[in-house]
């Protein structure tokens, strides 16, 4: 059984749990509210010209491949399952995402991402390896692993070259 997981008829098996299935030279905007730091969004255009504007909306000179690294993050994010319902702790408050990240291509197609740290129920500490994910309007939660999302909820400040 577990073979078969790893060897497979379907070429695309590996793209079952991804959540945003475009490529970098796809992504039109994102816009990313971190855990910490500055809000930020990128642009590009068909010519990959990049345009970064911080939360006030001024254009920022950001690194150029700390942009195309990040926009590569995107093609990759999986997400390890389902949430059930019983494993939703009783407080859990969907109003409050920790971060938030819209992704959008050239065609107006956009999703949403919304991070919660994940607080297993009788534990008083953020799960440091998974968080919690909605993806879109899916009513169901989704538990993502934090090393598909570390760079996505950093701030601007990360990829503003040093001075």
Known sequence: VTVKKVYTADPDHFRDHLLVR?????????????????????????????V????????VTVSERKIRL???CF???RFEAYLLP?????DFDSS????????SDFEGISHELKIYTR?????????????LVRFDQ????????????DLLIRGLETYIPAQ
């Not at 504007?53 to 254009?59: A, F, G, L, M, T």
């Not at 019983?86 to 009783?90: A, K, R, S, T």
């Not at 409050?96 to 992704?103: E, K, T």
């Not at 607080?119 to 968080?131: H, M, R, V």
């Open 22 to 50: 475009m490529l970098p030279d796809e992504i039109a905007e994102i816009e990313i509210t971190p855990l910490h730091g500055s809000a930020f969004s990128v642009s590009q255009d068909s010519s990959s010209i990049f």
């Open 52 to 59: 970064i504007k911080d939360i006030e909306r001024q254009i």
């Open 70 to 72: 990040l926009l590569s």
């Open 75 to 77: 093609s990759a994010i």
């Open 86 to 90: 019983d494993q939703i702790p009783v």
């Open 96 to 103: 409050a995402p920790s971060s938030r990240i819209v992704i």
């Open 119 to 131: 607080i297993k129920t009788g534990e008083d500490e953020p799960d440091l390896f998974n968080a």
């Open 138 to 149: 899916d009513p169901q939660l989704m538990l993502v692993n934090y090393a598909y999302l």
